[in-house]
């Protein structure tokens, strides 16, 4: 599975400011409710239900927020990175700056796995962190996110 398979040039936000994890889980919604015409509430409601059953927040800054919803067609990325590092009872209590939200169908079965196991092998690697984290365009976060994985990333 390909990033530029999930994530679309247009969910990618360069530079956002938020004070709390429901602020950047509400940042992240929005973003999905304008590029994939979903109700913006509903989306915020399923990402806020499922950090209720544990943190999405994996380390090193990271969050990959992640839910199911009616309406979507096919698994949808969304990707913010935050101006300054928000609480968000990450495994290893650090502040997360980093996000890639999962949008899946309620329908999603295997596939919706594989995408978050994508994105996290990707998220791992602390060069590509790094990269996103100066990068200034939604062009240069692109292209870092979506460039060929590395056989050591693999």
Do not use: N, W
Not at 56 to 84: K, M, N, Q, S, W
């Amino acid at each position: 599975m390909l990033i530029e398979e999930l994530l679309d040039r247009r969910a990618v936000t360069p530079k956002v400011c938020a004070s709390t994890k429901r602020q950047a889980l509400s940042l992240v919604a929005e973003s999905a409710a304008r590029r994939f015409g979903l109700d913006a509430g509903e989306v915020l409601e399923a990402l806020l239900a499922r950090e209720q059953a544990g943190s999405t927040g994996v380390g090193y800054g990271v969050a990959v927020p992640h839910a199911r919803l009616p309406g979507l067609d096919r698994i949808r990325g969304v990707f913010v990175r935050l101006e300054t590092p928000v609480d968000f009872d990450s495994v290893d209590g650090q502040p997360v700056d980093l996000l890639f939200a999962l949008l899946a169908p309620a329908d999603a079965g295997s596939e919706h796995l594989r995408a978050l196991a994508r994105v996290s092998r990707l998220l791992r690697q602390s060069q590509l962190r790094e990269q996103l984290r100066q990068a200034r365009t939604v062009d240069a976060l692109y292209a870092l996110l979506a460039q060929p994985a590395s056989p050591s990333a693999a």
